[in-house]
């Protein structure tokens, strides 16, 4: 990058394809970074029979991004394809396997324009999950030439609902084990995509998160960034700036393209963005009261940051606390050892942990204000009553 000062941003007739950051970029789209060889090697696994992928990665990484790509793809080879999110399912779904498992057909069906549901071809004296995989190997599979990719979206969302979850994730194992031997199941192909692991235990054998290929989105390195940077037309921007904001990011895209996008229409300044990033009401104030109001009502994944902030490079965490951490992307896990992910996420969270230890000191000292208060009342109420009866001294008598 030039380390001369030109200035930065958009011509008007520049804009058309700029928009705000936070919904997954079109096919298309000059401010997409390629995430090769990723892509490349995700399809060529979705091309094998029973072929079955896992998508990985912190909330807003680019999952969603790379996987239109990849059903772009797949479509283009002529394969049906049924895209479920699990964020759609209510909470009454998720908890009842057999309600879960006939909404899955149901969606399926819709999503493939199959004319048979559920409710008319789902056996009463069997089990909830022999008839769902009765009817995806009958009703789904058989009534297409060309392979069925089964993308399952948001699958983090089962994680909540463990009895359900150790039910699901062994019966989406064995479909991927019948791909093995029958051929109707070779046609299915499966992509998992979530942010963060399943800490319930399921055996190796049951785990659809061990088989497969698994694919975890990483934060762009400091050249994907320069390269962003020129997607956003920020030719001016320095080698200094750019290491700030590595600093400050780590990397993350959403995060990054918020401050290019501030900086690309001149809504910012780099001066601006380091004097604020991190306070209240700055540009990522949303994106961090977000993550702040969901570690605040978990006690275990605040006390987990909390120790992440106190003992850099020493914490040790509970299994569950540390993937929810990163699932939400404000830790990194480096060897198994929890790290910070950028120093946006440790001044303001260091910012807020303060304030909350501020907190129950400042009510004990109010309390204790308004306790003096009360005794100052009652004795200028005594004084006015009988002037001449004077309170105890509390002055120690002399001997």
């Known amino acids: 990058m030039s380390s001369s000062k030109r200035k930065e941003g958009f011509s008007t007739q520049d804009r058309s394809f700029l928009s705000y950051p936070g919904v997954p970029l079109p096919i298309g789209s000059p401010l997409y970074i390629n995430r090769e060889p990723t892509e490349s090697r995700a399809l060529a696994e979705l091309q094998q029979p029973g072929g079955l992928i896992r998508l990985k990665g912190p909330d807003k990484i680019g999952k969603t991004s790379l996987l239109f790509r990849l059903l772009q793809r797949t479509q283009g080879l ?22 879960l498992l006939r909404w899955l057909c149901s969606s399926v069906s819709y999503r493939l324009g199959l004319p048979v549901q559920p409710k008319t071809a789902w056996p009463s004296d069997i089990s909830s999950k022999l008839s769902c995989s009765l009817y995806f190997q009958e009703q789904v599979l058989r009534t297409f030439d060309t392979p069925v990719l089964l993308c399952l979206r948001q699958v983090d969302r089962l994680f909540d609902y463990p009895q359900t979850a150790q039910e699901f994730f062994p019966m989406l194992r064995g479909w991927f084990e019948d791909a093995r031997w029958l051929s109707p199941w070779q046609k299915l192909r499966l992509a998992l995509v979530y942010s963060t692991d399943f800490s319930a235990p399921l055996k190796l054998n049951q785990s659809p998160f061990n088989v497969g290929v698994s694919f975890r989105l990483p934060v762009f390195t400091r050249a994907q960034v320069e390269m962003m940077a020129q997607r956003y037309a920020l030719d001016s921007v320095t080698t200094a700036e750019l290491d700030w904001l590595m600093t400050l990011l780590g990397g993350h895209p959403y ?63 509970d299994a569950s606390a540390a993937y929810q951490l990163e699932g939400l992307g404000v830790i990194n896990l480096i060897d198994n050892q929890p790290v910070i992910a950028g120093d946006l996420y440790r001044q303001y969270f260091q910012l807020q942990l303060q304030q909350l230890a501020v907190g129950p000191a400042r009510q004990k000292l109010e309390g204790m204000v308004k306790a003096m208060g009360r005794i100052g009342t009652l004795a200028a109420a005594r004084h006015r009553c009988c002037p001449t009866l004077s309170l105890p001294s509390t002055t120690p008598a002399r001997l």
């Open 78 to 99: 002529g394969y049906a394809v049924a895209v479920i999110d699990l964020q759609q399912a209510e909470a009454a779904v998720l908890s009842d396997l057999d309600r």
């Open 255 to 317: 995060l990054v393209a918020i401050a290019f996008y501030h900086l690309a229409i001149n809504e910012t300044t780099w001066a601006r963005l380091r004097a604020e990033a991190s306070n209240l009401g700055g540009l990522y104030d949303t994106y961090l009261r977000r993550h702040w109001q969901k570690i605040q009502a978990n006690p275990v994944l605040l006390q987990a940051l909390q120790q992440v902030l106190s003992e850099p490079g020493r914490a040790t965490l």
